[in-house]
């Protein structure tokens, strides 16, 4: 596994992520669109059970979405997400002890996420959403940026590279700038390499050979691949059909010093992680 280069002590609110070992983080999607889960957990109790059942599996963290990102989505109107994260962040915080991420990238969800118990902002437009780098400033929270080219909308629509893995970490590099000049420490990041967005199959594939290259950049790597169409394509699998798969890359991903798993299949993730540990710590 690829040795950690940055402090291994991330401040989430009130709690603390140990970057020393990977963690799983659970996906729950308060959106009727999103790819895989879109619908299912849109009642409040259905989502804090759905939650409950994630820590229970192991989940550090709970990735709480109110707008899908999904190829081809569209933008989510900023209060109608908010009325659907602010309740089950509210929740999740009064009921569980479990580190909280909100996927948002509207600066009113991350202002009031962050009031309510939030402990990370996802955002997979890396803060480039107006006002949103001033409202993550403002959380005092650690961010996740993403490489991302355009939007969802259109951000499938012949994806081209010169150089893939230099672009991404060119892209997440002036990102990481931009938020430290605004007053966001260097070792509240967290850099995500953007698996499936604004990348073909072989993107991604090639992005995921090299990802020990974006380790120069200096923080802690979250990846994203549960059940993407990059699977699928592959392997030839619907949706449900991805988690062998999914496990594949969540091994590769943590032999290759990755820290944070953004996962629905939380429970098969942790064994996967829980095994990697105990053979590394084997005499």
């Known amino acids: 596994m690829t040795s950690t280069l940055y402090p291994t002590r991330l401040p989430c609110g009130n709690r603390v992520l140990d970057l020393s070992r990977p ?100 955002d997979v437009r890396s803060l480039q959403r107006e006002g949103a780098l001033d409202a993550a400033v403002a959380t005092g929270l650690p961010v996740c ?5 355009g ?33 966001i420490p260097v070792e509240n990041i967290v850099l995500d390499p953007g ?11 090639s992005l995921f050979k090299h990802m020990p290259a974006l380790h120069a950049l200096g923080r802690p790597l979250l990846v994203g691949v549960s059940r993407k169409s990059m699977i699928g394509k592959v392997l030839d699998k619907p949706v449900d059909e991805r988690l062998y798969g999914a496990l594949a890359l969540a091994a590769m991903a943590v032999m290759q010093g990755a820290k944070i798993l953004r996962v629905h299949d939380v429970a098969e993730t942790v064994d996967v992680v829980r095994m990697i540990a105990a053979v590394e710590s084997a005499k």
């Not at 109608?80 to 089950?88: D, G, S, Y």
């Open 23 to 122: 963690h799983v983080m659970g996906i729950l999607n308060i959106t009727p669109d999103s790819f895989s889960d879109g619908g299912r957990f849109a009642q409040r109790d259905l989502a804090l059970r759905h939650a409950q059942s994630m820590v229970a599996a192991g989940a550090t963290l709970i990735d709480v979405g109110g707008e899908s990102t999904r190829p081809g989505a569209r933008p989510v109107a900023p209060l109608e997400e908010l009325e659907r994260v602010a309740p089950i962040v509210e929740a999740i915080a009064r009921e569980l002890d479990v580190i909280i991420s909100v996927d948002t990238s509207t600066p009113a969800v991350m202002r009031e996420t962050a009031r309510l118990g939030a402990g990370l902002i996802n």
């Open 145 to 149: 940026l993403m490489h991302m080219r």
């Open 151 to 183: 939007e969802p909308t259109n951000m499938q629509d012949d994806p081209h590279y010169d150089d893939l893995v230099g672009e991404v970490a060119s892209f997440l590099k002036a990102r990481m700038e931009a938020c430290v000049a605004a007053g």
């Open 195 to 205: 698996y499936g967005f604004a990348k073909t199959l072989d993107h991604n594939l």
